[in-house]
């Protein structure tokens, strides 16, 4: 499935960050996109693909970066399409050292 931005909604006792991890459309290896604003119990954040210089078509996953923590990868991959207008919704719960990442959906 084709999506444009993610969104990450922080519901664990923790600060986190929004990180993408990418495999480039022509092969490669994977890289880690990072968007460094933290985000605080309670709150969410969402980021343009684009915005993180990800190249086109890239198979792309959702990596919640858990400040002091465990970080948590998503298990879905998507593929990075401009104008799509679809954004893959996640929510992370749990404790710094046990969390939980989970897709809400895609809208």
Avoid: C
């Avoid at 990072?34 to 969402?46: R, V």
């Avoid at 465990?70 to 104008?83: L, M, W």
């Amino acid at each position: 499935m084709d999506i444009e931005k993610f969104s990450l909604r922080n519901g664990g006792g923790f600060v986190a960050k929004l990180h993408v991890v990418a495999a480039p459309p022509d092969g490669g290896s994977s890289q880690t996109y990072e968007e460094n604003t933290d985000i605080p119990l309670g709150q969410e954040k969402t980021v343009d693909l684009g915005s993180l210089k990800i190249p086109e078509g890239s198979r792309v996953k959702l990596k919640a970066f858990v400040v002091w923590g465990n970080d948590n990868v998503a298990q879905q991959a998507f593929v990075y399409r401009k104008g799509t207008n679809k954004t893959a919704k996640y929510s992370i719960t749990g404790t710094t050292l046990d969390n939980q990442l989970g897709l809400i959906g895609v809208q």
